[in-house]
């Protein structure tokens, strides 16, 4: 399973963005998927989960309310829906799925997120 992100970019603060990560292969309905991010100098944190079939999300104290995470199992896509975002959501944003448990083996390359004060 390859997958890639898109959607990063430079964004002020309270402003929005939104995730994509597109996966190859035809098990990714079959993943349990999240989104990790790493800020300089920080540990990967897990920001936000959903299990295969959609039904259940988990998401960090940090970003609750603000984000959303979701799958379309349809077009082997996940998603993240920024909102209200902080210079502290400055990270390069992951995306990983796994068969088994978080985080699985399956890593995308990241994509830069930048929020200007």
């Known amino acids: 399973v390859q997958l890639v992100e898109s959607g990063g970019g430079l964004v002020q603060a309270g402003g929005s963005l939104r995730l994509s990560c597109a996966a190859s292969g035809s098990t990714f309905s079959s993943l349990s998927m999240a989104w990790y991010r790493q800020g300089l100098g920080k540990q990967r944190e897990l920001v936000a989960a959903i299990l295969n079939g959609g039904g259940y999300t988990n998401y960090a104290d940090s970003v609750k309310g603000r984000f959303t995470i979701s799958r379309d199992n349809a077009k082997n896509t996940m998603y993240l829906q920024m909102n209200s975002l902080k210079p502290e959501d400055t990270a390069v944003y992951y995306c990983?799925?796994?068969?088994?448990?978080?985080?699985?083996?399956?890593w995308g390359q990241g994509t830069q997120v930048t929020v200007s004060s």
């Open positions: 990983n799925g796994g068969t088994e448990y978080l985080p699985g083996d399956y």
